[in-house]
């Protein structure tokens, strides 16, 4: 089964997961941010570990970065026009399994809007596209 992001989809998302980001606190998102370290990086130094490094994350699309190797659900939901702005990764980070329901990403989510909000304002240091 293909799993296709589209408009109505993507009304849902909006709809459900449009915290207002500019109210985000990088230095609180750091913080809550330890809980992906175990498997993600950030920096000048990021590197793969169980999941790809998340410099440029936002604005980039699902599945494609180079030298890691995504499960077939991650790439289908690329290929099906998933990007990571900032409301579908509010949404991921909410419920993973919910955006890519076969994905590999074992994490059960963060429940507060405000620590997705914050960790999301931290990853905008990391990406050139804001």
Not at 31 to 48: L, P, R
């Amino acid at each position: 089964m293909s799993w296709k992001f589209g408009p109505v989809c993507a009304a849902v998302i909006v709809l459900t997961a449009a915290p207002a980001f500019a109210e985000g606190d990088a230095d609180k998102g750091k913080k809550v941010f330890n809980k992906c370290k175990a498997c993600h990086m950030v920096g000048e130094k990021a590197k793969k570990r169980v999941g790809p490094p998340l410099n440029n994350i936002i604005g980039a699309k699902a599945g494609v970065q180079e030298n890691f190797k995504y499960s077939k659900a991650m790439v289908e939901a690329g290929e099906g026009g998933l990007v990571w702005d900032e409301e579908t990764l509010s949404a991921y980070l909410l419920k993973p399994k919910d955006i890519v329901p076969k994905g590999k990403m074992a994490f059960p989510g963060l429940r507060k809007d405000s620590d997705r909000e914050n960790v999301i304002v931290y990853l905008k240091q990391f990406s050139t596209a804001q």
